[in-house]
């Protein structure tokens, strides 16, 4: 069990904290979009914005949400910056996330037929 994992366990006040944390990043569609993108594959933000559609500025300040709230981390790669979830964990809890949700939702199950 990681320290990080252990602490919002001992402490409710730690684990709403990291909830609302990662509310926030969800709560916006082009930064779920981006979060569903990245738990694909990791990234380039040139085509991360082509794909999803978006300006690269706009995806720009998605990016950097998302870094502040510590769901992706980027690495320089020569003179490009590759994007990716900062743990694999985090593709899985969206994972599970999507099914909990389709099968509570029915706008979802709409989707899904």
């Not at 602490?7 to 969800?26: E, W």
């Not at 978006?54 to 992706?72: E, T």
């Amino acid at each position: 069990m990681t320290s990080a994992f252990a602490a919002t366990r001992t402490q409710p006040a730690a684990a709403a904290r990291v909830l609302a944390r990662f509310g926030h990043a969800l709560s916006d569609p082009t930064r779920a979009r981006l979060l569903l993108a990245l738990r694909q594959a990791p990234g380039y933000p040139a085509d991360l914005a082509d794909e999803l559609g978006v300006s690269r500025q706009n995806l720009s300040n998605h990016l950097s949400c998302l870094r502040d709230c510590g769901l992706v981390v980027s690495s320089q790669e020569g003179r490009r910056v590759r994007y990716a979830l900062a743990d694999p964990a985090l593709g899985h809890a969206l994972s599970d996330l999507l099914s909990a949700v389709a099968a509570i939702d029915p706008l979802a199950q709409e989707d899904h037929r």
